[in-house]
């Protein structure tokens, strides 16, 4: 009985990994999408966050889904901004 709900439980921590990740995708992917400058920037800050947090030794591997999630999200306040100013001539963003 234990054995059964154990796996219960399981499988539901699976799902619910699953979806927050597939949900911390899509909004990279409209954040992408709205600024297509930072294509790949969110993933590339998350894999340095971790890098540094890991060689801390402070922290194992398996407790760091939240804080990999919130590197990813780093940049979510761009989505409410209006386009005239994330890509306004001269701006941070232009090369």
Do not use: W
Not at 16 to 30: C, F, P, R, S
Not at 43 to 50: D, I, K, L, Q, S
Not at 70 to 93: E, F, Q
């Amino acid at each position: 009985m234990l054995s059964r709900f154990l796996g219960y439980v399981s499988a539901f921590k699976s799902s619910y990994d699953n979806q927050m990740e597939g949900l911390v995708k899509g909004v990279i992917a409209t954040l992408e999408l709205k600024d297509p400058y930072t294509r790949g920037h969110s993933e590339r800050v998350a894999g340095y966050a971790m890098l540094l947090v890991k060689a801390t030794g402070e922290y194992k591997t398996e407790d760091l889904k939240p804080f990999y999630y919130a590197c990813l999200l780093h940049d979510i306040g761009k989505i409410n901004i209006p386009d005239a100013i994330l890509s306004k001539p001269g701006g941070a963003n232009q090369t």
